[in-house]
């Protein structure tokens, strides 16, 4: 999952939620809770997280239910 990704690399950067809030422009409280693991996130969020840590967003294709 992606959240899990970015909470490793989040915690692996060694750089203060401050200082990603600063960068980032996400609230701090968001990124405690990113964190922590006590909420989710939007994809913007996730999307701006994966942008400042160097990862990628990948989707994987869903399949579709056939027409009746």
Do not use: W
């Not at 970015?6 to 401050?18: A, D, F, M, P, T």
């Not at 996400?26 to 160097?54: M, P, S, V």
């Amino acid at each position: 999952m992606i959240l899990e990704k970015i909470r490793k690399e989040l915690k692996k950067c060694g750089v203060s939620r401050y200082e990603v809030a600063k960068k980032t422009g996400i609230d701090q409280t968001i990124l405690f809770r990113i964190y922590h693991n006590t909420r989710g996130c939007t994809i913007e969020t996730a999307d701006k997280l994966c942008k400042y840590l160097g990862l990628e967003l990948q989707s994987k294709p869903m399949k579709r239910r056939p027409k009746k």
